[in-house]
């Protein structure tokens, strides 16, 4: 994937001039962006250190504020483990109309994840008990928490203040884009220089998830065309239209080297339904 900070019209001009300084013929250059190019473009929200002005967007480590009736997330199936604290989005302090999704106005959204959690095959972890996403409303009290005493204590990571930077980012998998294979790797060469014509963030909201082979939305798809015996290739566009990156999140506070791919239905965020979100785990050893 390839991220840029460019608005979209400025986007395809840098894509056109790449592609025609790479020997591309004039047509091929204009059907790519007229019929490729929109289907392969994601709206993400990257989170960065570097301070924007406004408020974070979000808190990596620390400490969550719960609810006193709220209890810290344990992984029951597995000792008691109590799950280690991600960190916190806050909803207001992202730029909803750049994602175009259906987030709360405000409020907190609170993760949380077993860092020993098994994966089934496609790296989708499909044990409720090994991750947890909980909503915190601003009209709730609450208060920082710290674990509960338990054999396997999380560590508590030093919080660290994350903003939002609205970017744009390219799909170049087989399964987002829809280019014939010798294409793509002609357009992958061509825009390869702009790895470093912009900041590439890890962590964000939105966007594309990170997944060294099947994407999450593959899987998901396979479960329902099991389940229903739908048509593969319908139920694979659909997912692409319906799943959205909650948050990408890397390593932290896991020590493999893994990304966290927290993914929820557009539908189920409208509703609220957090406790719908999936967690798919990319490990980059």
Not at 12 to 19: D, G, P, Y
Not at 117 to 144: G, H, K, Q, S
């Amino acid at each position: 994937m390839i991220e840029s900070t460019l608005e979209l019209p400025a986007l395809r001009e840098r894509i056109r001039q790449l592609l025609l300084e790479s020997g591309w013929d004039a047509p091929d250059i204009d059907r790519v962006l007229e019929t490729e190019l929109p289907g392969m473009v994601r709206r993400r929200v990257s989170l960065s250190s570097k301070p924007t002005g406004a408020a974070p967007a979000f808190r990596l480590g620390g400490l969550p504020r719960l609810p006193a009736d709220v209890a810290w997330p344990i992984h029951s199936s597995c000792c008691g483990l109590t799950l280690s604290y991600i960190g916190a989005l806050d909803c207001a302090a992202l730029p909803r109309d750049h994602l175009a999704a259906p987030l709360p106005d405000s409020g907190q959204v609170l993760f949380f994840y077993a860092s020993d959690a098994e994966a089934e095959d496609c790296n989708i972890v499909r044990d409720p008990d090994a991750f947890a996403v909980l909503y915190v409303p601003d009209t709730v009290e609450a208060a920082e928490r710290t674990p509960p005493e338990s054999k396997y204590q999380p560590e508590i990571a030093e919080r660290v203040d994350l903003y939002a930077i609205p970017s744009l980012e390219l799909g170049l998998d087989h399964f987002y884009c829809q280019l014939p294979d010798e294409e793509l790797e002609r357009f992958d060469d061509a825009i390869r220089g702009m790895w470093n014509e912009s900041e590439q963030c890890l962590d964000g909201v939105g966007g594309y998830p990170s997944a060294q082979q099947y994407p999450p939305e593959w899987a998901m798809a396979r479960d329902e065309h099991e389940r229903t015996g739908g048509d593969m290739e319908e139920l694979e566009a659909r997912a692409r239209q319906e799943w959205m990156v909650l948050l990408h999140v890397f390593e932290f506070p896991t020590e493999n080297g893994e990304y966290l791919n927290y993914m929820i239905r557009l539908d189920d965020l409208a509703a609220g339904r957090f406790d719908r979100v999936v967690l798919s785990v990319d490990d980059h050893d």
